[in-house]
Structures are given as C-alpha cells and as structure tokens.
C-alpha cells in the first residue's frame, strides 16, 4: 500500500492507493506552532480511526510547502513503522520541465497538480486554478513544461484579512451564498467574499484564454475549489484529488525512467 500526503498551510490532505486508484480519506488540521503534536500520536490515532492498516512493507509519498512541519511527518511516518518514505524535491525528483525563473521558488503543490493535469489531458495547454490558502493559478503546455502562473488570496485568508482590519466586522463561517443582496452584516460579507473571489478568478481565466486560446482546459483543485465550480464559468471541472495523484504519477514516472 502506498501513503499519499499533502502538506499545505493548514490542513494535511491524505489518500492512499487501492489497486491503482487513489481513494482521499481526510484531512488533518495542523498547527504550525506546535509541530510536535504529530509526535504524540495525532497522525496514528487518525489513521487508526479510519482503520487503516500499515506495514513495514508499505511506503509513503508526501509533499509539502510548510517546511517546519516535514521533519515531525517524517518521524512520525516512522513511528507508523513506513521505512519507504519519499519527499517531493527532496528524495523524489519532479518529473517536468520547470520554466520558472527560479524553479526552487515553485510550491510542490503547484508543480504536482501540473504534472498530473499533463498526465490526465496530454494533448493540450491545461490550466490548474487551486482554491486553498492562497489561489494559485498555473500554466502546463502540451511540452509537458511548467510555465509559472499566478497567486492570490484565498477565500479564507481574505476573509480573515477583513475581519482582523475592521474592527466591526466579525470572522464569519464560509458559507457559499444565497442570492445576490446581503440582508444584514453577516451575509454581506460572504456574498461580498465569494463574488469578489469569483469574479476575480473569472477574469483571470478569461485573460489566460486570451493568451492561450478558447480551447485552453481549465481544471479546478484545493479545498475550497468545489464552492466555486458554478461560480466561475471558465472551470471545465474539479478534481479535488489532483495533488495527491500527481504525487502518486510522479513517484511512479521516477520509478520508470
């Protein structure tokens, strides 16, 4: 069996790999300050919960753009019993020619999520758009080369911009809206939230279609990517699972060659 993880900035996505097939089985919410916390059992007892099973035969393959967080998975993958461990840039080379202008600068997200929209559609230019902490926004050509792309802020990280500038505005739950018009503070907020983020992310796309052609695929991944699948006309579909098979194509690419 194989581990799939993909550290980001708030949450672990995990999976694994059933004969071929990557099946998600949750997230775990991580605090930055308190790394040790995967130490004292979290990541076992969450895998326990979920009955799955490891053995020393098994591996695990993760990624991850909070580094402070690698060394504690690491040993906490061990203390699974998993003596096969890969890390995206470290141990596991990316297999995709990476246009950035200084390629180390690229998330491991962002080049994970190209090489298995590359993989997935090889015939043409894809889009990736991944709704998380930050939106990223990032080009692969039918070359299979990783051209750069575009941040933004999140849905979230703008939600809590507001809240901790305003001091009459409360941190409020992302909840996807009813309508147009908020009819008091709190749906206010969220319409203004979600139609500002949509409609930025609409023209962003519209603009890489410009670039690119009509005819450009336009894939969304990331936590928050299914809230705006009917939002953002320009998405061809979600796959909240691209990361993580993107790891698994990756490993499996640099077994091969």
Same mark, same amino acid.
């Given at each position: 069996?194989?581990?799939?993880?993909?550290i980001g900035n708030t949450s672990i996505t995990l999976g694994l790999v059933k004969s071929n097939r990557i099946v998600s089985f949750g997230r775990i919410t991580i605090d930055k300050s308190n790394n040790e916390v995967f130490r004292k059992g979290l990541l076992r007892k969450y895998i326990k919960d979920h009955k799955v099973r490891i053995t020393k035969n098994d591996i695990a393959i993760f990624c991850s753009v909070v580094p402070?967080?690698?060394?504690?998975?690491?040993?906490?993958?061990?203390?699974?019993?998993?003596?096969?461990?890969?890390? +995206? @840039? %470290?141990?596991?080379?990316?297999?995709?020619?990476n246009k950035y202008k200084k390629p180390k600068?690229?998330?491991?997200?962002?080049?994970?999520?190209?090489?298995?929209?590359?993989?997935d559609y090889p015939q043409g230019d894809i889009l990736v758009v991944d709704f998380g902490t930050a939106i990223t926004f990032d080009i692969v050509n039918k070359r299979n080369e990783y051209l750069g792309g575009i941040i933004m802020p999140g849905v979230r990280t703008s939600l809590a911009a507001l809240s901790s500038k305003a001091e009459l505005l409360p941190l409020i739950k992302l909840i996807k809206p009813i309508g147009l018009i908020g009819k008091d503070t709190k749906t206010s907020i969220q319409n203004g939230i979600f139609y500002s983020v949509a409609d930025a992310c609409e023209g962003?796309?519209?603009?890489?279609?410009?670039?690119? +052609? @009509? %005819?450009?695929?336009?894939?969304?991944?990331?936590?928050?990517?299914?809230?705006?699948?009917?939002?953002?006309?320009?998405i061809d579909l979600v796959d909240r699972q691209l990361t993580l098979r993107g790891l698994y194509v990756n490993y499996k690419m640099q077994k091969s060659s």
């Open positions: 069996m194989i581990l799939l993880a993909d402070r967080v690698d060394k504690y998975f690491k040993i906490a993958l061990q203390e699974l019993g998993i003596r096969e461990i890969y890390q +995206g @840039g %470290k141990n596991l080379k990316y297999c995709i020619k600068q690229v998330g491991a997200d962002r080049l994970l999520n190209a090489i298995a929209a590359h993989n962003i796309i519209n603009r890489f279609k410009g670039k690119y +052609g @009509g %005819k450009l695929k336009v894939i969304a991944t990331g936590g928050d990517s299914s809230l705006f699948k009917n939002l953002v006309p320009g």
